[in-house]
């Protein structure tokens, strides 16, 4: 299933050597700022990349996974994304997450297109989530230029405030 190859960017396992580049975007605050994910301390996330770069099958019903998103060019790691399948198997969600300097240059929009097709080309999934707080231009703006069309908005909580987040969905059969 990994890796898959774009013009950017390559989507691969987590590995081992990806720790220092993982711990640093993962700690910078702009890039945590719409994110539900706790800052992990180095054994933590050394676990975590390790549990990531084995856990088979990738897509587990009733699970995420976390996979890296990396240069095609020389393999550094730029950022993650996290993919989730339903227990039953028809709707999957997916999130992403690049390194402030990885950012703004078509890289995201390549990686969720990359991601989208191996989703809907190797499990049973109808339908694609992907979720943003309504203040994270740059998700909201990624999701529609992804193709995914919006759903509803729901009320929630981040570290104790109430935010608003807004829901899109990717049909398998949006597909061309
Ligand atoms: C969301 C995120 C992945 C987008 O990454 P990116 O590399 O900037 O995205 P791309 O360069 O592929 O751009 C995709 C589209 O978003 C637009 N975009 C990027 N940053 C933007 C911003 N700050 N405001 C508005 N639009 C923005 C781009 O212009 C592009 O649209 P276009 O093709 O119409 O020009 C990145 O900002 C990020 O990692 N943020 C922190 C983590 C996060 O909040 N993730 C979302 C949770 S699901």
């Known amino acids: 299933m990994l890796p898959v190859r774009g013009e950017r960017v390559v989507l691969r396992r987590m590995a081992e050597g990806d720790l ?28 975590f990349l390790a549990h990531c770069a084995v856990v088979t099958p990738l897509l587990r019903p009733g699970h995420w996974v976390q996979i ?9 790691l ?36 990359l991601a989208c097709d191996l989703v809907f080309g190797h499990t049973q999934a109808q339908r694609i989530l992907g ?6 231009a740059a998700s909201l703006t990624l999701l ?18 109430p935010i608003t987040e807004r829901f899109y969905a990717l049909r398998r059969s949006d597909q061309p």
């Open 20 to 47: 220092d580049r993982f711990l640093a975007y993962r700690s910078d605050p702009e890039v945590a700022r719409y994110q539900s994910w706790e800052v992990m301390d180095r054994d933590r996330a050394r676990g």
């Open 68 to 76: 890296a998103v990396a240069s095609s060019h020389d393999d550094r």
């Open 78 to 113: 730029l950022g993650d994304m996290g993919l989730f399948l339903s227990e039953d198997g028809t709707l999957a969600e997916l999130g992403i997450t690049l390194s402030r300097d990885a950012q703004g240059q078509g890289r995201a929009i390549e990686a969720m297109r």
């Open 144 to 161: 529609q230029r992804a193709g995914f069309t919006f759903t509803h908005e729901e009320s929630s909580e981040q570290d104790g405030q």
């Open 131 to 136: 979720i943003a707080d309504i203040r994270n």
